[in-house]
């Protein structure tokens, strides 16, 4: 019998094609609704490999029930959507897919501060309900990015090419990391600062941390009202970095002048969030990595990682 793979999402066929030889490949059907909890823990039953999207939650009884599971390939760079615990009691490995995104997320981290910085979207929208009227003065002035200072929460991978960006609008770019990282300093002309000097310092705050037991709400009420009340806060790493209703707050009141969200404590945002009714927040349903060539890229990545599993190999992107 071949060996089981399961698919949490309906791919092109492009990129499953390779598996279809060797392997049993099944996949949930829809591509924009989740997989049923149901249905995920009655096919990991059956599977040697899982497959998984960061909207998956693969705890504890995903790897209780996966009895012949070998490999969980998260198709992403984050992973706190897995139980690393578990999966390492269980002998499960798991692997995600840095380093082929980094670009990708970085355009987009940058596109979402100019974005927000320039109400871009608030703006289309008034063209499109009619309300473009004639040349105003004041109306739709928004913040200037070039000669800004950024100030960028996690220098990792994303975090240097969004520096890199940077550079190129003659911003000076501040980071905040847990170590301090002289060669990117040298080479972009990075300066670090503690994290409470940075958000007093920075005209745009960034967040590219992952989202850990260390980082979760790492930016509540006491940060923003650390920021200047005409600082714009960007968040393209996870949710729950950002304490939501702080955010709410800060942004209702003026704390902060505005924010440009593409990920969110829980996801997909409900629609009566009251974020959602602020005219100063920018928001994107979570499509950092999202071009064409790097989400092939990330699924040629999952694919390569279950063959090596599945053939006795050791995969690249080992999490644990
Ligand atoms: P990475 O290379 O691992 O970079 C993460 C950086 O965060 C590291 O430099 C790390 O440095 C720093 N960090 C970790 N804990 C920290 C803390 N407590 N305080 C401050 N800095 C901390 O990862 P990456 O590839 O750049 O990706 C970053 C994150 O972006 C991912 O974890 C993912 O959640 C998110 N992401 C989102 C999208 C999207 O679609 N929106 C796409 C891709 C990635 P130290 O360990 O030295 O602190």
Do not use: C
Not at 9 to 34: C, G, I, N, P, Q
Not at 96 to 102: D, S
Not at 170 to 182: A, F, I, S, T
């Amino acid at each position: 019998m071949k060996p089981r793979i399961f698919i949490t999402r309906k791919l092109t066929e492009e990129a499953v094609a390779s598996l279809h030889e060797k392997y049993d490949v099944r996949m949930w059907d829809e591509e924009s609704v989740a997989v049923p909890r149901a249905v995920l823990l009655k096919e990991v039953a059956e599977a040697d490999a899982l497959w998984s999207v960061l909207a998956d939650s693969i705890n504890r009884e995903v790897f209780e029930a996966g009895t012949k599971l070998k490999i969980v390939a998260n198709m992403a760079v984050g992973y706190n959507n897995i139980d690393l615990e578990a999966a390492k009691e269980y002998d499960v490995i798991v692997t995600n897919t840095p380093g082929v995104l980094t670009e990708t997320t970085a355009d987009l981290a940058f596109a979402l501060l100019l974005a927000t910085a320039r109400k871009l979207i608030s703006a289309e929208n008034e063209i499109r309900k009619g309300n473009w009227t004639s040349w105003a003065p004041m109306r739709f002035t928004g913040m200037d990015v070039g000669g800004a200072t950024l100030g960028i929460i996690g220098m990792g991978r994303i975090g240097e090419a969004v520096a890199r960006r940077a550079k190129g609008f003659d911003m000076q770019v501040l980071y905040h990391n847990r170590n301090r990282k002289p060669d990117a300093e040298a080479e972009y002309g990075l300066e670090f600062r503690e994290l409470d000097t940075l958000l007093k310092e920075a005209d745009f705050v960034i967040i590219l941390a992952p989202f850990t037991p260390k980082t979760a709400g790492m930016i509540g009420a006491r940060e923003l009202d650390l920021m200047k009340n005409t600082g714009v806060l960007i968040n393209v790493a996870r949710g729950g970095i950002v304490d939501e209703a702080a955010l709410y707050d800060a942004l209702k009141n003026g704390a902060i002048w505005a924010a440009g969200l593409d990920v969110f404590e829980k996801e997909p945002i409900p629609l009566d969030h009251p974020l959602l009714t602020l005219p100063n927040v920018t928001v994107l349903p979570h499509i950092g990595s999202a071009s064409i060539k790097t989400r092939l890229a990330m699924m040629n990545l999952n694919a390569q990682a279950i063959t090596d599993v599945l053939e006795g190999r050791k995969p690249k992107g080992i999490v644990q």
